[in-house]
């Protein structure tokens, strides 16, 4: 398997749900990349990841008041000449669309989400190494195995098949201009991103049927959506529980803080 070009230009995903965000909430906080993990903004230290895994460019999709809200050394870290904001749109897939607009991408394209504090450069060089080359999408997928090995108190929303169960890391890397037909479909599945069931349900009855007597395989359910989008969809298999692990609650929070500490 081929590894696809290396990426220097990042997406990355800092839409706010406001104060009603569980997260920001809990920390009392207006905007949910601003919550710290382990003394350090969220989204800090993604960008940093981000600039130590070589990304030139970083367009951060989110709303602007994020500088005047944050503080000064993350003000000063979203002020850098290679940080571009654009305005989020009304869900994610609305806003990667907004982004693929943009004259300031570059292909291949890095997708990422600002409370992904646990992200990696190594992680982010695992994942486009193993990205194939002839594939125009990758998305990052971690093991239920890994996970649990590595992880056990993380609690996953797993998509299950034959080979084993799987969770998404938040890592998407998009070559060129034919992913917009993905984005289009994308839209369509949000509304049950956390019901894998109707997720699959959209691909076809007879895909379902196999996914819920335990027959489909995740190489199946790529092929499918690949035939049904018109675009080559691949899958990254990262060796990594905490690629796995976002903030979307406090028991996130909580965990992502003792990770942190433990690397420290």
């Known amino acids: 398997m081929s590894a696809a070009a290396r990426p220097t230009c990042a997406l990355l995903l800092a839409g706010s749900r406001g104060p009603d965000d569980p997260v920001a909430r809990h920390a009392g906080l207006k905007h949910k990349a601003l919550v710290p993990v382990d003394g350090q903004p969220m989204i800090r230290r993604v960008i ?36 571009l904001f654009i305005p989020p749109a009304a869900s ?13 991408i570059a292909w291949p394209l890095l997708i990422t989400t600002a409370d992904h504090p646990l992200l990696t450069p190594a992680m982010v060089e695992h994942f486009y190494r193993a990205a194939p080359a002839d594939a125009d999408a990758t998305v990052g997928l971690a093991r239920a195995s890994v996970i649990r090995a590595q992880q056990p108190e993380s609690i996953r929303t797993f998509y ?13 890397l998009f070559r060129g201009p034919a992913v917009a037909g993905l984005i289009q479909f994308w839209s369509k599945l949000e509304a049950h991103r956390k019901k894998p069931w109707r997720m699959v349900a959209a691909i076809g009855p007879v895909t379902l049927i196999r996914f819920a007597l335990g027959r489909l395989t995740l190489a199946d359910a ?18 990594f529980a905490e690629a796995a692990i976002d903030v979307d609650k406090p028991e996130d929070l909580d965990l992502a803080n003792k990770i942190l500490a433990r690397r420290a």
């Open 222 to 239: 790529l092929a499918r959506l690949s035939a049904i989008v018109g675009i080559k969809i691949a899958a990254a298999d990262m060796p």
């Open 160 to 172: 299950r098949f034959r080979d084993d169960g799987y969770s998404g890391c938040n890592l998407f």
């Open 92 to 104: 994610p897939s609305a806003s990667v669309r907004r982004a693929l607009e943009s004259k300031d």
């Open 48 to 83: 940093d990841t981000l600039r130590a895994a070589g990304m030139e460019r970083i367009l951060v999709c989110g709303d602007p008041d994020l500088l005047n809200s944050a503080d000064a050394a993350t003000r000063q870290s979203l002020a850098g000449a290679d940080i």
